[in-house]
């Protein structure tokens, strides 16, 4: 079964910091690129950042550059969301999602196939 859980949420202060994990299974991770996006109310899906399958090449969105790091480790079936300096606006709902391609990854929601059930990072004071 093609499963994606994603772990490591919760609430934090401004400036703190997670890592969201996203677990892979029935899968080989070494052959899919990883997205996280995330959505927050009222708002639309939000695409934040991918890591490719060929070389690990990493892409993010303006908004959480510097501040967010992704890295896999494909021994342990696991993409990891680094997120440091955090702020109220990266309150949302983030998730997972695998895409079977070779190459550059894309933050493009319609590219993934398969989708984690999601984990609420709050940052609030």
């Known amino acids: 079964q093609v499963q994606l859980v994603e772990s490591g949420g919760g609430l934090v202060q401004p400036g703190g910091s997670l890592r969201l994990s996203c677990t892979t299974s029935g899968f080989l991770l070494d052959y899919h690129a990883i997205g996280w996006f995330r959505q927050a109310p009222g708002r639309e899906r939000e695409g934040i950042s991918c890591?490719?399958?060929?070389?690990?090449?990493?892409y993010y969105a303006d908004s959480v550059k510097g501040r967010f790091t992704i890295s896999r480790d494909n021994a342990k079936n696991t993409v990891y969301l680094q997120m440091n300096s955090l702020k109220p606006e990266d309150t949302a709902v983030y998730y997972c999602a695998a895409d079977a391609r070779w190459g550059v990854c894309l933050v493009v929601a319609g590219e993934y196939s398969v989708w984690g059930q999601g984990t609420q990072v709050t940052v609030s004071s």
């Open positions: 890591i490719s399958s060929s070389d690990d090449s990493t």
